[in-house]
């Protein structure tokens, strides 16, 4: 389960924000993440600020309410420093990885790479079991299990060849913008 406290953290760490600027940035990542309801986003705010994690300023609004602005604290950063460098389990999802790169601009190369290899490795036992699976089936494999491990297959693939894409590109020199479009774009052609 991915932790929507530091991802809320991580945007922070981005640009100070509203809550509602907050609900709008993570209404675009809805393709990885359903956007909270004000009911569970504030709460996690309140907490935030209540732990020293962020700070909140108002603003006057000139023709509209004041907006209450939150900005992450160095207690913040090194929280959220601290959640984004640890290993991401085998057992999480696939959001909880691309959750993480997201958040990427927060770490460091060196954590990056490192998350990144932890992927490979990760990827890379799952495909050789789907590769043990498919070599073992036969023809009474059910088509319904066969499409869904020839699926499996094809993901882990495609996913071993952006993976060692990236990681090449990264052993070049640092991530830059359009980085990973690039790579994205190398790794299917």
Known sequence: MVSLRYFVLGL???KPMSGYDIRRSLKGLSWLISSPSPGSLYP???ELLRDGLVLMEVVPGLDRPDRKVYSITEAGDRALRSWIGKPIPPSAPLKAFLMHLLL???VSSSKLIG???????QVGTSHATLQEAAQAADEDTSPGRQLALDYALAL???ELSWLDT???RLSEGPLREGMLQEASIASTT
């Open 156 to 158: 882990a693939t495609a």
């Open 166 to 168: 990236i990681l090449e």
């Open 12 to 14: 922070l760490a981005q």
């Open 115 to 121: 998350h990144l290899r932890q992927r490979r490795e």
């Open 104 to 106: 990427v601009g927060n």
């Open 44 to 46: 996690i705010l309140r």
